[in-house]
């Protein structure tokens, strides 16, 4: 059995290995090599989002930056967009796909992340929360960082029943877990956000929250 240090290890070490070709691995589509595989979810999923023009952004578990086109395209020539992972590699793919002015990076996990007070609109956990080690302290230094009203979207392209099986299989990621819906309200609550919309399906999972004024 390995310790929670030597999990994130990992899960980290994963990530990283995988960095270069996570985009072809899961989000092309196999027949036309396009990155629309997810098409209709990411419509769905930035319908209710609800991104304005000029909002500040941030992209927790950023990845290699699936979601920057979606995010740039929303937010306008005013918007910004703070990538964020703690894989190096992955924010080296990103920063090289992605060169737009009004994008950042960071390498830093959710948990240890230090951000002006009140300086960002949005947060978006996407197809990440589960493998926050600390997600307590992750969901806080999120909601300092918001804007009274901010809003948390955490959303993934599964059940979480499906997601955690999927997880459950893998050694390095068997302890990365999404919460029930209870428990899921009560780590949002006590976090400070009030949840506004909680969708959990076969191929969508999507949850809205909003920091208390």
């Known amino acids: ?3 929670d240090e030597t999990q994130d ?3 980290k070490e ?3 290995e995988k960095a270069e070709k996570w985009l072809d691995m899961f989000y092309a589509d196999p027949e036309t090599g396009k990155y629309d595989r997810y098409e209709k979810e ?3 999923l930035f319908g209710l989002a609800g991104l304005k023009e000029g909002n500040r952004v941030l992209d927790l578990g950023c990845g290699s930056g699936v979601l920057v086109p979606h995010i740039l395209e929303r ?3 005013d918007g910004r967009l703070l990538e964020v992972d703690y894989a190096e590699n992955m924010i080296a793919v990103n920063r090289r796909l ?3 002015k009004r994008v950042s990076f960071l390498v830093n996990s959710a948990d240890e992340l230090t951000l002006p007070p009140e300086s960002y609109d949005c947060a978006f956990c996407f197809s990440c929360f589960p493998h926050f080690r600390n997600k307590p302290k992750a969901l806080k230094a999120i909601e300092q960082s918001l804007k009274p009203g901010g809003k948390l979207i955490l ?3 599964d059940s979480a029943k499906n997601i955690n099986h999927h997880h459950a299989g893998h050694e390095c990621v068997k302890h990365a877990h999404l919460p029930n819906e209870t428990d899921m309200r009560a780590l949002i609550g006590q976090a400070g956000f009030h949840v506004e919309r909680f969708i959990d399906e076969n191929g969508f999972y999507f949850l ?3 920091k208390g004024c």
């Open 1 to 3: 059995m390995i310790n």
């Open 9 to 11: 290890l990992c899960q």
């Open 14 to 16: 994963f990530f990283n």
């Open 42 to 44: 990411f419509k769905r």
């Open 75 to 77: 937010i306008g020539a």
């Open 98 to 100: 992605h060169q737009d």
């Open 155 to 157: 959303a993934h392209f």
């Open 208 to 210: 809205g929250a909003v």
